[in-house]
């Protein structure tokens, strides 16, 4: 791990919200698209949440220069990157060096994930049930239903769901392609990692490595951010090992705040532009304290109960409405609710960003169409 030690950390100050605002949409690429290759881009941000299959592909264009669904799709087909379970036993698009380096650090996160399963299996079993899982998903990819109707097959007196989650907490299992490529109809099939991509998992990576990438990415952030991020537990004595090499802030709550000494840290008043977010997109689930993107009393219109992050738009750096979009054989709609009033120049410029959006989303629909609903009509 590249840390420094020479000077002890020392507190600079406090930062508003405004101002962990800036910082996070600077190291998330959205307060300019960069010109940069989506792999780097995919190892910076440390992953992409990625349940949803396409939703990386929005991501990434609303990060980057001239991004291409080609890109994304040809990294899959190269196996340059995988999806895989990773940060709080969450599907993650990661690149392959990722995979191999990050996913024993993570591994505590899984193993606290399957806790709902463990009493329905056996302990003594496990070992046995991960090394059969493991070469079925190598002798051919499976679905987790699959997996399960196999197991159920050798083992029919055990749980075949719990055993099927067990495997996929003890064994990397990968969703192989065509699955992620956009347009693809394809089921979630699965085989080891370290089948699909020919190599062993390594150690080499630390969980201190893995946090210094984190504040790179989302910073400056607490303990429990970075707790409530990666899913590991405990990271407290992590960050006492690393202060000397960091800054530290505190927040309007007096919070302190860990940060990278030379990460960007804009001015609160730097001007942001309307940016489209994916469904699940690593910004709103990277802290216990969202305040820094998304007020709390639109919390409820974005994380509701079934689980799904929605897709959202950012208007002056935070979550302002969410959006969707709907296509027939000809047309496609971007339909639009705001959470508040926009003035005519958000309005023009949110308009503006959703016809880019349609052209990338909706490249081959000839007819396009934006609907705004809500009170978000103009101020």
Same mark, same amino acid.
């Not at 991960?130 to 029919?156: H, Y």
């Given at each position: 791990?590249?840390? $420094? ?9 406090? #930062? ?30 440390? =992953? ?69 399963? +463990? ?78 991509? =020919? ?12 946090? #210094? ?31 000397? =090499? #960091? ?40 802290? $216990? ?42 047309? +496609? ?22 016809? $880019? ?23």
């Amino acid at each position: 791990m590249n840390r $420094k030690t020479s000077e002890p950390s020392t507190d600079a100050g406090a #930062l508003s919200t405004r101002d962990l605002n800036r910082a996070l949409l600077a190291r998330q690429m959205l307060l300019r698209r960069r010109r940069m290759s989506a792999e780097k881009t995919i190892e910076h941000l440390v =992953g992409i949440q990625s349940q949803m299959p396409n939703s990386p592909y929005v991501g990434l264009w609303t990060r980057l220069t001239g991004f291409k669904h080609s890109e994304l799709a040809d990294l899959y087909r190269k196996r340059k990157v995988v999806r895989l379970a990773m940060m709080r036993s969450t599907i993650h698009l990661v690149t392959a060096e990722d995979c191999l380096s990050l996913r024993r650090i993570v591994q505590p996160a899984l193993e606290g994930a399957f806790k709902s399963y +463990a009493r329905l299996v056996d302990e003594a079993h496990h070992e046995e049930i991960a090394i059969t899982g493991r070469a079925m998903v190598e002798e051919e990819a499976a679905t987790f239903s699959d997996l399960e109707r196999r197991l159920n097959e050798r083992w029919p007196d055990r749980h075949g769901k719990a055993m099927a989650n067990m495997i996929r907490t003890r064994v990397p299992l990968v969703q192989v392609t065509p699955r992620g490529i956009w347009g693809a109809t394809s089921a979630a099939n699965h085989t080891s990692a370290e089948k699909w991509l =020919g190599r062993p998992l390594t150690s080499e990576s630390t969980v201190g490595d893995l946090i #210094l990438r984190y504040l790179g990415a989302f910073g400056p952030a607490t303990v429990i951010d970075a707790q409530s991020w990666s899913g590991l537990p405990r990271l407290g004595p992590v960050f006492e090992e690393l202060r000397p =090499g #960091l800054v530290t802030f505190r927040d309007d709550k007096g919070r302190e705040l860990f940060d990278l000494p030379n990460a960007p840290r804009p001015s609160a008043d730097t001007t942001a532009p309307i940016r489209f977010l994916p469904e699940f997109d690593n910004v709103l689930l990277a802290y $216990k304290d969202r305040r820094r993107i998304i007020a709390g009393e639109y919390k409820a219109k974005v994380y509701p109960t079934n689980g799904v992050i929605q897709p959202t738009i950012l208007v002056d750096g935070f979550v302002e409405g969410k959006w969707k979009i709907a296509a027939t054989d000809r047309k +496609a709609t971007l339909s639009i609710e705001s959470f508040r009033r926009f003035t005519k120049a958000e309005r023009a410029a949110i308009e503006a960003e959703g016809e $880019k959006l349609l052209d990338f989303v909706a490249e081959t629909k000839k007819a396009r169409d934006i609907k705004v609903s809500g009170p978000g009509r103009v101020a």
